[in-house]
């Protein structure tokens, strides 16, 4: 649904980065491996957060 | 009996520090980590009141993305553990509620990060709620948990003892922490962790420094690395005191 | 913090505290044994047949007629004084 606001392992806030993580690897041509380095998520914990994640918002808004 | 303890940063920022400790054994080093994660109290929204919530997801969702937020911890004795804060939200769609929309009734207890997405709101939906901020440790909740990824590794000492015989192929080395070359300290970040890099042609040797602790403290924004670990160090002596009082009982 | 004496003799004592974890209890467990006259000292968390009691029980020995509860005041006293000495060395390199 929305982007989780910490990683489930380690604990780190991760929420704040997901707009532009989305906006540069998913709808934009970057690779996620460099945008996530440049956003300093650094373990593999935290970069499976974003990488994994889904909004799914829009498609369930309708059935309110 | 005192001890001599020597302190040494190798990379420092805001949240994220990487320091050694000589002279400490591992008991202390763990009590200390463990102090890091579960034992400092820090500021998270508890209790949440909601007056209207018309978005997709429920209350209690809600509630629990509200609680993971970070917030700033006053300085130690402005607050102590049943003392409560009150922080308002209220957003309208369409637009998205953000951690930043926190309007905090205290100046020292404000979101540590502004962009963290609460919820997405559509047209005509609209959240409002009013939140009770308490201070608790992380061993209760994961969302007072101060430290994050805390960890330690012995400090290792490299040695070079010969050449690699010529036409052997040499095999990587992969160390991670800090190493030691000749009392110069160096993440291994700087040589990708790969020995050979650093020392070419050449037979090394490693071994751990004895009572020597590389600390890797992260924290989440809601104080800083220092006071993180002064507060670890402070409950430890103050449980030492506690235990002391109650033994001459 | 709450002290309960389950067992005691002229060298040997087992006590109850209740409300601390490893955190601290391994911290104090390895300055006991840093100390002369202990022979001996452990902790246990989950006592078998405890019958559900998770409160650490902390054992001491000593030797050289020392009376145990000294040697954990003494103890506890040391912890403070490294967890004073930790945070003046933090503080000097900080």
Known sequence: MMVPVRCFTCGTVVGEHWEEFDERANEGEEDPKEVLDELGVERYCCRRMLVSHTDLVDVVSPYQ | ?249 | MELRVTESSENELSIEIAGEDHTFMNVLKGTLLEHDDVSAATYDVNPEQSGGQTEPILTIKTEGGVDPLNALEEAAVDVGEKAVAFRNAFEAAA
């Open chain 2, 1 to 249: 009996m005192t001890e001599e303890y020597d302190v040494e940063f190798v990379e420092r920022e805001d949240r994220e520090a990487r320091f050694l400790v000589r002279g400490v054994t591992p008991a202390f080093a763990n009590g200390i980590r463990r102090a890091m994660i579960a034992d400092v109290p820090t500021m998270a929204i508890d209790t949440v009141r909601f007056v209207e919530n018309s978005s997709v997801m429920f209350d209690e969702q809600l509630a629990l993305r509200l609680g993971l937020v970070p917030l700033t911890t006053p300085p130690v004795g402005e607050f102590v553990e049943d003392d409560t804060v009150t922080l308002s939200i209220d957003v309208e769609g369409p637009a998205t509620a953000y951690s930043g929309n926190l309007v905090s009734s205290d100046s020292l207890v404000q979101p540590a990060d502004e962009n963290v997405p609460i919820i997405d709101l559509k047209d005509g939906q609209r959240l409002e709620a009013e939140a009770e901020v308490v201070l608790d440790r992380g061993k209760n909740h994961a969302k007072h948990q101060g430290g994050v990824a805390v960890g330690y590794r012995h400090l290792q000492r490299v040695e070079v003892v010969g050449d690699v015989p010529e036409f052997e192929e040499p095999d990587e080395r992969i160390v991670r922490g800090v190493i030691e070359d000749d009392g110069e300290l160096v993440p291994t970040s700087e040589f990708d962790h790969d020995l050979t890099n650093r020392y070419p042609d050449q037979e090394v040797a490693i071994e751990d420094v004895p009572n020597a602790f590389v600390f890797h403290v992260e924290t989440d924004g809601s104080f800083t690395v220092e006071e993180l670990v002064t507060r670890a160090a402070e409950t430890i002596e103050a449980r030492a005191t506690e235990l002391e009082e109650a033994v001459q009982l």
